[in-house]
């Protein structure tokens, strides 16, 4: 599930991964926000706090189904998470066209300083 959070810095969309990530909240969490704030015409930069129960998406959202398809942004950081997050992101990190970043819980504050640079 992807959860709405306190914003942790103006301009930048927050949010807490947990269990099972599911394109209905893809489209209700997520999708919403980037699409205001494209309209506004702000940089799209997104802080998603995953904790360890983190599972990853639900197979609705892989297989074609119910797909999801993320839009353009200009950066992504992960915070936290079981250690496959990080691994995924410095695997597939290099294939998006936003900046991304991982950085471990005890990290936070400087993954909130390397996304508040970005928005």
Avoid: H
Wanted: proline share 5%; aromatic share 8%.
């Amino acid at each position: 599930m992807l959860c709405q959070i306190p914003a942790i810095a103006k301009g930048v969309i927050s949010l807490l991964a947990s269990g099972r990530i599911s394109s209905a909240d893809f489209r209700s969490q997520l999708l919403p926000q980037i699409v205001n704030m494209n309209a506004q015409g702000n940089k799209i930069c997104l802080y998603i706090e995953a904790d360890v129960l983190l599972e990853g998406w639900d197979q609705q959202s892989l297989s074609g189904v119910d797909e999801v398809r993320m839009p353009a942004m200009d950066a992504l950081v992960f915070v936290g998470g079981p250690d496959w997050v990080g691994y995924a992101v410095r695997l597939l990190g290099p294939m998006m066209q936003a900046e991304v970043a991982w950085f471990p819980l005890e990290q936070k504050a400087e993954a909130i300083s390397w996304i508040t640079a970005r928005s």
